[in-house]
């Protein structure tokens, strides 16, 4: 399978996904992928599947979108936002890493724990903003 074919049967997945499609997990992660985020590294669909599990568990219904991609090699770029509740959005990107069958190796999310989740926390957000106050040129 092409990188370009397997990115968008990928994302296509995710701006979907239901908590009925986490039993599908294993056709799109090879058996030993590893999915890595701000609070997770797992190895493994049925750790990777716990992960989306939780997060069923915590939103009400999270959802997905993909806005683009870039290619290079067996390696796709996904940028994309993360929409949970009423007020929480998380913008990110991914480096999802492809096998030659177009299975998911390895998933690595990239965003900002501490801007989009972390300083809703009433006392931590205080703490953040004089840190990052502090920080600031």
């Not at 986490?22 to 797992?42: G, S």
């Not at 996904?78 to 929480?88: G, P, S």
């Not at 903003?129 to 502090?134: A, D, F, I, K, Q």
């Amino acid at each position: 399978m092409s990188i370009q074919a397997a990115t968008e049967r990928y994302a296509a997945f995710f701006s979907h996904l239901s908590p009925n499609d986490l039993q599908r997990f294993d056709k799109y992660f090879a058996v030993n992928a590893r999915f890595c985020d701000p609070f997770n590294d797992v190895h493994g669909v049925d750790a990777i599947r716990n992960v989306f599990v939780h997060m069923y568990k915590q939103c009400t219904k999270p959802r997905f979108v993909v806005h683009d991609y870039a290619l290079s090699g067996q390696v796709a770029y996904l940028h994309w936002r993360f929409d949970c509740d009423q007020n929480v959005t998380i913008d990110g990107l991914s480096k999802v890493i492809f096998d030659e069958q177009g299975m998911v190796q390895e998933h690595i999310d990239y965003w900002d724990a501490a801007a989009q989740v972390y300083s809703r926390i009433p006392l931590l957000g205080s703490i953040l903003s004089l840190v990052r106050g502090r920080l600031a040129a």
